[in-house]
């Protein structure tokens, strides 16, 4: 199974060296060499092997580079997916489908009968996989058509390539385009671990795998209307938050030389100023008002998604109130048979909490829908300033937006400048100023455009306005000096403040995007916004503090690599309890993938950390001791005296 520190026992095994043909023995001894040995007989085991002979320093192996060598070599290759003949019925499988008879079905936009063609033809020569093609409706998809789909959830095609496969005949194949999935159950292309994990990616130089999620981003856009946060039949109506630019632009940057780079980023563009102006900067997501944007997607009854029994808790009332079962509750309230606006006001926010990202937290709970989020907004400062530079430095400062691609009151043709998105860009950036900003207490909070006034739940998005750069040098010291302390913790950022968040208990549970638990994406994204505004010492510091933990965990736990930490927890910062249990510790012998976003934190980290870092990281050194090591923690002193 696994070797972990839990384990009790000597903790040592003599085996006999290739050298004597096994006369003599060295002994393997403690958690990490025994547990590095278990990694090792199981990958042999896969391949068929009956005996191995292996190196000590195999087993020994300093922990970064371990764990770095397996994310490039293994973990990446064991999340990608393609959706195509060959693995199909695997991707199609659905653990979030709670029907009475789970069934391989794909949906597909109408303007692709190419590809509706092809996956016909697979249901018809493999009938044991039970493949449902269906067609998607060719006008807009409503929430009544979503919710009709509840009884049979489906995969949404994606991106397909041509290849030929006989140049005499000029006979052709089709073949999904790539992408790479978070991991756990997750099984899907989602939105915004797509963006984090293609950072990952691009560190170890694997620019085709990234350059195809953004290849299938534009795809959705095209096709959805949106990049959805998954590629299922429930989440059409539903977005994430938008990376795109960002992500096309780090893409080109590494294939800028190659051919076909120009129109990859045009493309790329292209569909973020259609998803821009279709999803972001339209309502029921824009607020007139302050002209700042929320998540609030459309939708009808309870999210299918969840686990049958997530909602129990709040549903069960109802269910008494009408003399029906928990069941009857939910199909009749599905079906508008039972009206009850209280669950409506419910699920409008849950629905947002659910394309923030973030759920569950008590940031968002039944509020979320009417937030203009510091998260939200810093992006779409970011999306406008990409689109400007991107306008002005690439393409000549026009860029013609062809009619596929037109958005709200474009026209085909008609010819965009970076002088619009510039003006865009000042306007959200002063509307996050006035509404956004809170000068006493040196931070961003997000604001309920419904009661009119801002919130003051301490987030650790606060930091996404340093990453997209609609702070000001002063504000983003406000940041560091003032909210920075309130985040910090043993294994980096926590997501909230244990204040904000309030007491937990029995009947108010722990949510797992709020204190003491921490997140990749946080963590990548305040890296980046401290170095953009020049602290890098507070980036090497947080970055080392959170790869410090993984490696640990890593070196504890028979390798072990989790969606999400307990950065409070020095021992077992894995162990998460919250309402979603954490995905990537349930293995055998040898974690085969990890999980997608911390495994590009990890790559990435490593990046922003110095040598003398890296090396202590080996060692498993914690940072205060590291320090004391380092005699760094007297110049600190002294330099701010």
């Known amino acids: 199974m696994q070797i972990t520190i839990e384990d009790y026992g000597p903790k040592v095994l003599p085996v006999g060296t290739a050298g004597s043909n096994g006369f003599n023995r060295f002994d393997i001894r403690g958690t990490y060499m025994l547990s590095n040995l278990l990694q090792e007989l199981t990958l042999a085991k896969d391949f068929g092997r009956k005996h191995i002979v292996l190196d000590e320093a195999r087993l020994n192996e300093n922990p970064v580079n371990r764990l770095s060598r397996l994310i490039k070599n293994s973990f990446w290759d064991g999340l990608t997916r393609c959706i195509d003949n060959h693995a199909i019925e695997v991707i199609a499988r659905d653990p979030k489908d709670w029907t009475d008879d789970p069934q391989c079905r794909i949906y597909i936009p109408r303007g692709t009968p190419e590809q509706h063609d092809y996956y016909v033809k697979i249901a018809s020569e493999r009938p044991e996989i039970r493949l449902d093609v269906q067609w998607l409706p060719s006008g807009d998809i409503t929430p009544e058509y979503v919710k009709s789909l509840n009884s049979k959830p489906g995969l949404l095609a994606l991106a397909m390539e041509k290849q030929v496969v006989d140049s005499v005949t000029g006979l052709t194949e089709f073949k999904g385009v790539p992408f790479v999935v978070p991991g756990g159950r997750f099984n899907e292309l989602y939105g915004w671990d797509s963006y984090m994990t293609s950072l990952g990616l691009l560190v170890n130089d694997r620019v085709d795998l990234a350059k195809s999620m953004v290849i299938n981003f534009c795809f959705c856009i095209q096709h959805y209307g949106k990049i959805l946060n998954a590629n299922r039949s429930y989440y059409l109506l539903r977005s994430q938050p938008p990376f795109l630019t960002d992500m096309a632009l780090r893409v080109y940057e590494k294939m800028r030389h190659e051919s076909g780079a120009l129109e990859f980023l045009r493309t790329a563009i292209l569909a973020a100023i259609k998803e821009y102006h279709n999803v972001w900067m339209a309502e029921p997501r824009l607020d007139p008002e302050t002209g700042l944007s929320r998540y609030r997607p459309d939708g009808l009854g309870v999210p299918p998604e969840t686990e049958a029994s997530h909602f129990k808790h709040l549903l069960e009332p109802f269910a008494e109130k009408h003399g029906m079962t928990f069941e009857q509750l939910v199909e009749a309230y599905n079906d508008g048979f039972v009206s009850e606006p209280e669950l409506d006001e419910y699920f409008l926010h849950d629905r947002a909490v659910r394309e923030s990202g973030h759920d569950t937290s008590y940031r968002l709970e039944r509020i979320c829908a ?148 921490g997140w990749a994406p946080q963590q990548m994204l305040a890296w980046t916004g401290f170095i953009r505004y020049g602290y890098q010492e507070e980036a090497e510091r947080l970055a080392y503090k959170w790869l410090h933990m993984i490696t640990k965990a890593f070196v504890d736990f028979n390798g072990v690599v989790v969606e999400k930490y307990d950065v409070t927890r020095p021992i077992d910062p894995h162990k998460v309890d919250a309402e979603y249990g954490n995905q990537g510790g349930d293995f055998k012998g040898v974690a085969r993938e990890g999980f997608g976003w911390v495994n590009a934190s990890y790559v990435y980290g490593l990046q922003i950390v110095n040598a003398h870092m890296r090396r202590a990281l080996g060692a498993c050194t914690p940072y205060d001791t590291f320090i004391k090591a380092t005699g760094a923690d007297e110049f600190l002193r002294n330099s701010a005296i």
């Open 370 to 517: 009417s937030l203009a989020t510091i998260d939200l907004n810093s992006l779409l400062y970011k999306y406008e300033t990409d689109i400007a530079r991107t306008i002005r430095t690439v393409f000549g400062d026009k860029l013609v937006i062809p009619a596929e691609y037109c958005a709200g009151s474009m026209n085909a043709g008609q010819v965009e400048s970076s002088a619009s998105w510039d003006r865009r860009a000042r306007k959200r950036k002063a509307m996050i100023n006035r509404y956004l900003w809170n000068e006493e207490k040196g931070m961003y909070f997000d604001y309920d455009t419904a009661r009119k006034e801002q919130i003051t739940y301490e987030t650790a998005t606060c930091f996404w306005a340093m990453w997209a750069g609609v702070a000001s040098p002063r504000q983003a010291s406000c940041l560091v000096d003032c909210a920075l302390p309130k985040f910090e913790v043993l294994g980096g950022l926590v997501s909230g403040t244990e204040e904000s968040r309030g007491v937990v208990g029995i009947d108010r549970p722990n949510r797992q995007w709020d204190f003491p638990y």
